[in-house]
């Protein structure tokens, strides 16, 4: 149980391009889900809070106007990276909350973007 | 606010040796705790868990961990690490809001 998936596994755009990532809990519901991004050799950096039918709240630093989340259901929620340059190129990983305390996450197997 | 420090950016290790990868965590409130692996262009995979009760836990793989109030650590443990082992390990921390708070991470380098 407790599966996390993320599509696509990597992606290659262009510089201009939008890019959307999706993140699903495969066999339980998740009214939070978060957003990592992690860079070579280092750990990973939270980027955002999706909550399940409200906004994101995005951490101090990150550009809620070129990373957009979307959280419309208890099992998907996308990242979608807007005008991507070559410096947002990154492994993004995301994970899956369980709804009760003590809460635990569950992360997905990521998602490696490259742009060019 | 909580923090984690790893305290080891790289361990290297011979294959069948003990292994013990340091952790040290702030907190101003009760905690959890718990350590991930990481194999390379792959997710985070839960090692283990500290919640409540006995401060030994056991995870998968044969790695284990213990909570130290006092020391504010939670090192984790693996009494004969194999190949497969080598790997970039987390120590996290959380409360109840669910957020998790990552240390800089480990590298484990297992050596034949």
């Known amino acids: 149980g407790a599966v996390v998936s993320q599509h696509p596994s990597w992606v290659i755009c262009k510089s201009g391009t939008s890019v959307k990532i999706e993140c699903r809990s495969l066999d339980f519901q998740a009214t939070t889900m978060f957003w990592y991004r992690q860079f070579p050799k280092q750990s990973l950096m939270l980027m955002a809070t999706s909550n399940e039918g409200s906004k994101a709240t995005y951490e101090q630093g990150v550009e809620k106007d070129k990373f957009l989340i979307n959280h419309a259901s208890l099992t998907l929620s996308t990242l979608t990276v807007t005008s991507a340059h070559p410096e947002d190129s990154s492994f993004y990983i995301c994970?899956?909350?369980?709804?009760?305390?003590?809460?635990?996450?569950?992360f997905g197997p990521g998602t490696r973007l490259t742009v060019t | 606010a909580q923090s984690v420090t790893q305290l080891d950016s790289q361990v290297p290790v011979f294959e069948e040796a003990p292994v013990e990868l340091r952790c040290n965590y702030s907190?101003?409130?009760?905690?959890?705790l718990f350590w991930y692996v990481q194999y390379p262009n792959q997710g985070l995979q839960l090692l283990l868990k500290y919640l409540s009760g006995s401060t030994l836990v056991k995870g998968i793989n044969g790695f284990e961990a213990e909570f130290n109030k006092s020391q504010t650590s939670f090192h984790l443990r693996k009494p004969s690490v194999h190949i497969s082992d080598t790997a970039e390990y987390f120590c996290a921390v959380s409360s109840n809001t669910g957020k998790l708070i990552f240390g800089q991470g480990t590298t484990l380098q297992v050596k034949p």
């Open positions: 994970s899956a909350q369980t709804t009760s305390v003590p809460y635990e996450q569950y």
């Open positions: 907190s101003s409130v009760s905690v959890y």
